[in-house]
């Protein structure tokens, strides 16, 4: 962990490149300092079909939660979020000049008495590291 899951409106195609927007939010996750690196993931996923307030379809959206582990306090949490919500929200200033737009963000905590996971990309994280 951490887990970033973007939902987006099919609409913003043109208006946006989700694969750059993943980096921004890969990067960000990354300065925060809390997050182990191998544990990093942000997928995107495409919303071909919403509705949005009063059914215009010039609206967009852009959701994004987080799963993260238990063990961190609510201070660091806060700090973390607040970074990778600014970076997110900072490169989405050209949407919201042109459109009518709605971003939001929200954090999880998985219960680590039920979630599994199994990852071998920190071993090999810490391989190349030792070996350049």
């Known amino acids: 962990m951490p887990h970033f899951t973007i939902e987006y409106s099919a609409n913003l195609d043109g208006r946006l490149d989700i694969d750059t927007v993943c980096e921004v939010v890969r990067k960000a996750a ?4 809390i997050f182990p690196l191998g544990g990093i993931r942000v997928r995107a996923v495409r919303c071909e079909h919403y509705a949005i307030a009063d059914a215009r379809q010039d609206y967009g959206f852009l959701d994004m939660v987080l799963r ?3 063990g961190r306090d609510l201070p660091t949490r806060q700090k973390a979020g607040e970074h990778v919500f600014q970076a997110l929200s900072k490169h989405l200033d050209p949407v919201f000049a042109v459109s009518k737009f709605a971003l939001s963000f929200d954090m999880q905590i998985n219960d680590k008495d039920t979630s599994w996971k199994r990852n071998n990309i920190h071993d090999a994280l ?7």
């Open 30 to 33: 990354v300065e925060t300092g």
């Open 68 to 70: 993260i582990g238990e």
């Open 126 to 132: 810490k391989v190349e590291a030792a070996h350049g």
